[in-house]
Every structure is written in C-alpha cells, then in structure tokens.
C-alpha cells in the first residue's frame, strides 16, 4: 500500500500518485541522487539510488527452458454442446456455462527474442479458472510430437537449439537426430509443410495430441482427444514470406494478437472432442499412447462442445504472460491423464520448471492463483504473499476441520500389471503411413507438396552429406517420389564439400 492507501497497481493515468522508494517514502527526484558536494563520490545512504540499481540488476528470471518467445491474452470458454454422457468435468457441465482463462502462443525452439515466424511448431495454452481448480490445455498447434520416448525430449530440444561449439543454429545437428530417429517424421511433416509458418496466432488450430482420460464417478471413462479449429480458418506463410517477416518485424504474431484484440476483433476456436471407449481403444489399429500417431477422423469423428475466445489484453506483460505457470498436470475432477508415457512425464517437469523459474510459491502469483484454494499445509517459502493460511493449522488438526470432497473415481476399467522393464520404442513401417496420409492431404492442396520440397531442401542443403543423404532415406520410406524430389531438390542447393562447414551455421528459417 502507498501513501493514500491504494495497491500500487491501482492508480488510473488521470491519477497523480506521489512518488516514493520501494518502501513508501516519498522521493523528491527520481533522478538526482546522493553524493559529496557537487563532484564527490556516492553516499552509501542513498537507498533510493542502491534500492533502484539493486532492483534492476534483478529483473530478468530465467526464460523458458523451452517455448521462451510468446504472447497470450485473456478470454473465455463456453460449453454450446452437451457432453455431459461423456464427461463430469464441472466446466462442461451445462450449455451456454462460461468459464474464464488466460492463454499463451509461443514458438519452441528460439530464444525470448527470436522472430515470430520462425519455423517451428507453436504453443497453444489455455488455463481455465474453473469452479474446482484451474485446468490448464497445455497443447500445440500440431497433433503430434517428435518423440515418443520421454527420456529422449532434452536431447532432441538440444538439437533444436545451438551447437555447444559454434552457438550457431546448426542444420547437421537437426536432421542427424531426426534422421536417425525417425519415428519423428510424421511430425516433420506437419514442420516443414506450410503450417510450420502460421500467419498468426489467430490463423492456428490447437491440439491436445496426447491421449486423456474423461471419467464418470461411476468408475467407467473415454479417452479423449481434444481439437481447437481457429474461426478465423488456417493461414500460413510460405518460406520466403516467413523469412521476410522475422527480419522486417520479428514481433508480428505478438502484435498481430495484441492489435486485432485492442480493436475488438476478438479471434475465437470451435473446439472439439474424439473419444474412444477402452474396449475400442483395445481394438484401435493405432496405439492411443503414441504420441506420434492421430486419430484418423474418419474413424474416430470430431464431436463439437466448446467455443474458446480471446476478447481482453494483458495490463501487464511480464506479470500475467511471463510469470504464467501452465501445467498438464493442473487438472480438475473428471479428467485424468492417460498412460502415454511423455505426457507422464510431462506432469513431473512442468512444475518442477516453475519452482526453477518462478519460484515455490508460484501458484500464488495473480495469474496462476485459482478461484479459491486451501492448502494450508503448503507453508512460507520464497515469496509467500497470500497470507500464509494465518494461524490455520499446519497439520491435520483437531480444532480445524473441512470438508473433503469426494472426487476419485475407481477406474474399474484400467488395471496395469507387469514387471519393471527398461523400454525403448522401435521405428517400424507403421511409422510412416501417418506422415504418408499427410503427404497426400498436402497434395490435394495446390502447391501445397512444392512448398513442402523447397522447405526441406532449403534447410537440409546446409547438412552434411552424409546426414543429407539418411534424411532423403527416411523421406523416400514415406513416398518414394518424394524422397527422390527432396534428393534432387537438396543435391542443388548444397554448397560445395570444401565449404560444408560455412553452410551448416546455416539459420533455420
Ligand atoms: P482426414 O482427411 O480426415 O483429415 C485430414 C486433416 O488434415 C484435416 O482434417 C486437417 O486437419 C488436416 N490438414 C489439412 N491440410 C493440412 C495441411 N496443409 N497441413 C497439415 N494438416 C492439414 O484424414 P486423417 O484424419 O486420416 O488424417 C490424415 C493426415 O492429416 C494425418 O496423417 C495427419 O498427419 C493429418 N492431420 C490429422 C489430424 C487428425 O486428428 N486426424 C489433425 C490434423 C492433421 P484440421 O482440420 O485439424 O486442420
Ligand atoms: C513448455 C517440458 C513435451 C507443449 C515447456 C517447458 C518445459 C517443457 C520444461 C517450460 C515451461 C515453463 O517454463 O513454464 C516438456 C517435456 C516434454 C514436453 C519434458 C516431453 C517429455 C511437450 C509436448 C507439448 C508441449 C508434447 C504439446 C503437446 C508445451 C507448451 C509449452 C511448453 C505449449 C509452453 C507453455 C507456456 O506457454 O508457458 N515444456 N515438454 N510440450 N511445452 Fe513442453
């Protein structure tokens, strides 16, 4: 509290609130500061002056480890269909019932600078501050992933990023963990199409990717996966319109969202659930915990049930976009996470990152706070700010008594046995035929499979040779026509072998 008794971030523009230290008292000049006459050295008294240098010697946290680069904005969700004989989710209760959240867009693999239009996919977070708990969507914008074993996430994040050596974007690096990982290559398909360029935040869809489970109090449930269609219909850039952009305004996606939302063009995504019972996801020809895999739609339909809409700004960047702490594992009764062992993984980490970047208390910041919470036997740490529980019991007391609500279904319908095991998934064919079904969609699509041959090419010409050459190898296992397309393509654009090292400093775009 200030002067007058107002919270510091209360006062409006028109406003004229004294100015003070960090400790209430008032400042005649924020930039005259304390020293010996008029030439002489500084006092050491000067705490507005050492408070202020401290202060600002502090300000950076630590970005994210990944998706470092984004932008997000407030909205909210409203239920148009009835699902309540699939779900007991208390926000999809009821028809027409709103529920309010914040969501956060972001490339992966760049740094907090790095240009919006980056080839890359995207981030697509929601968390919904539901009547029983925040309930965070922590999705992408493509509805698979690299990767399948959970282990292999920081090595192929590093290959994402910039050689120990060099610092430098390094395309070898790329596509030598890729082509020799290639139960990837559905995903580098959905990369190197034109979707891994979106025009906007607005112009993406979201995906769950991972499988969930929707359960009943009755012990029964579905797995889910969820969709997000942007309303205002898929756009992309192609490459040289991508590249043009990050130099000409590497920020666009940020304000092309923060702009169309100011001027009341709120974007909106029609969402959608697929299901599946266990005893059809036992029947499934695809494996529901691989990530790598979709649910053809054909056999498993899209069902309608949500609007999600974006229709509020932030106030403040770094307090509700930087400081917000999304979580697969912040759920809410009704839903819980399936076997696929990368999504198991990520409920760990999330957090674990957050106590890293924001500290232990992070669900205590504003944005992160839910509706209401009592957790009394989570007690001080850095930055307790909430009040602590005042001299509510820390322990399971006598003299304090609540209420516990009964929401753990039994879940007759999974058991898991067996021995413990040291797993490593195996490439085999079936790995292919997904990113083959795309290949074909893109070529129902005009100029959809040339963009996709010149997106390759123009990155993998700056790999070594011996990786170019595995990579056309994994692609011709896809389609042989397309593997000789990218061969012929690449083969063209490669420097020659005396200034191969030059050509893999290469950048991404
Ligand atoms: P469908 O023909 O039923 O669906 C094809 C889907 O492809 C469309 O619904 C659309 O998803 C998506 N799509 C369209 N154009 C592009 C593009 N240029 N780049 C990326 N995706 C595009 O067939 P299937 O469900 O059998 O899927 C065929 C392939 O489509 C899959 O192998 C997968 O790679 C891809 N796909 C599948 C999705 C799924 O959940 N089944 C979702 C997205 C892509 P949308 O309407 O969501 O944009
Ligand atoms: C961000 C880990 C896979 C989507 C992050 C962060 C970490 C992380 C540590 C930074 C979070 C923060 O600082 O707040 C992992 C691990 C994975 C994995 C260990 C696999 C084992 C995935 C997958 C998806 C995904 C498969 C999508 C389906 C996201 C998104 C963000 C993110 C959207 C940004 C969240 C935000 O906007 O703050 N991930 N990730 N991640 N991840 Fe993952």
Redesign the pocket.
């Known amino acids: 509290m200030v002067a007058d008794d107002k919270p510091a971030s209360t006062f409006k523009y028109s406003e004229k609130p004294v100015y003070t230290a960090s400790n209430g008292c008032p400042v005649e000049n924020p930039e005259a500061f304390q020293r010996v006459g008029n030439n002489g050295p500084l006092l050491l008294q000067d705490f507005h002056l050492i408070d202020l240098l401290a202060h600002f010697d502090r300000e950076r946290i630590p970005e994210r480890v990944v998706h470092a680069k984004g932008a997000g904005a407030y909205g909210e969700f409203e239920v148009t269909h009835d699902v309540t004989d699939i779900s007991s989710i208390d926000m999809l209760g009821k028809v027409g019932k709103k529920t309010p959240l914040v969501a956060r867009f972001s490339t992966v693999g760049g740094e907090k600078g790095s240009p919006d239009s980056a080839r890359d996919p995207r981030g697509f977070s929601l968390k919904f501050y539901t009547d029983e708990g925040n309930w965070d969507w922590v999705y992408n914008n493509t509805?698979?992933f690299f990767l399948r074993d959970p282990t292999k996430f920081p090595l192929f994040i590093h290959t994402q990023k910039r050689n120990p050596q060099t610092n430098l974007k390094d395309a070898t690096m790329f596509w030598d963990y890729l082509s020799t990982h290639q139960e990837a290559v559905?995903q580098v398909?959905?990369l190197f199409?034109?979707?891994g360029t979106p025009y906007s935040y607005r112009h993406m869809?979201g995906?769950s990717g991972h499988t969930h489970k929707w359960t009943k109090p009755d012990g029964t449930f579905v797995y889910v996966?969820v969709?997000l269609?942007t309303d205002q219909g898929?756009k992309t850039f192609d490459n040289d319109e991508a590249g043009k952009m990050a130099s000409e305004n590497p920020d666009w996606h940020t304000q092309d969202l923060f702009d169309s939302i100011s001027k009341g063009d709120n974007p909106s995504w029609t969402v959608y659930v697929?299901t599946l019972t266990p005893e059809q996801a036992e029947k499934f020809r695809w494996n529901i915990f691989d990530l790598t895999k979709?649910?053809?739609?054909?056999d498993v339909p899209l069902r309608p049930f949500g609007k999600m809409t974006l229709n509020k700004n932030v106030e403040n960047y770094f307090a509700e976009i930087e400081q917000v702490a999304f979580s697969p594992s912040h759920l809410v009764p009704g839903v819980e996470p399936s076997a696929d062992p990368v999504l198991q993984s990520r409920l760990f980490s999330y957090p674990d990152t957050h106590r890293h970047r924001l500290g232990v208390n992070y669900q205590q910041i504003p944005v992160n706070a839910p509706l209401r919470a009592f957790n009394p036997y989570q007690r001080d740490g850095a930055m307790a700010v909430n009040g602590n529980y005042g001299a509510n019991p820390n322990y399971p007391s006598s003299y304090r008594h609540m209420t516990y609500k009964q929401v753990k279904p039994t879940n007759d319908h999974e058991k898991w046995t067996g021995a413990a095991v040291l797993f490593l998934s195996e490439v085999t064919s079936e790995d292919y035929v997904?990113?083959k079904?795309?290949w074909d969609?893109?070529g129902q699509?005009q100029g959809?499979q040339d963009n996709f041959v010149g997106n390759v090419s123009g990155h993998l010409s700056a790999a070594k040779e011996d990786t170019r050459k595995r990579t056309y190898e994994m692609f011709s296992r896809v389609d042989k026509e397309l593997g000789a397309r990218i061969a012929e393509a690449t083969e063209k654009l490669a420097p020659a072998p005396t200034s191969q090292a030059a050509g893999n400093a290469q950048a991404r775009l």
Request: hydrophobic residues 30%; positive net charge.
């Open positions: 509805p698979i559905h398909m959905h199409s034109d979707r869809n995906y996966q969709h269609k898929s697929q979709v649910w053809p739609q054909k997904q990113a079904g795309l969609v893109l699509q959809q």
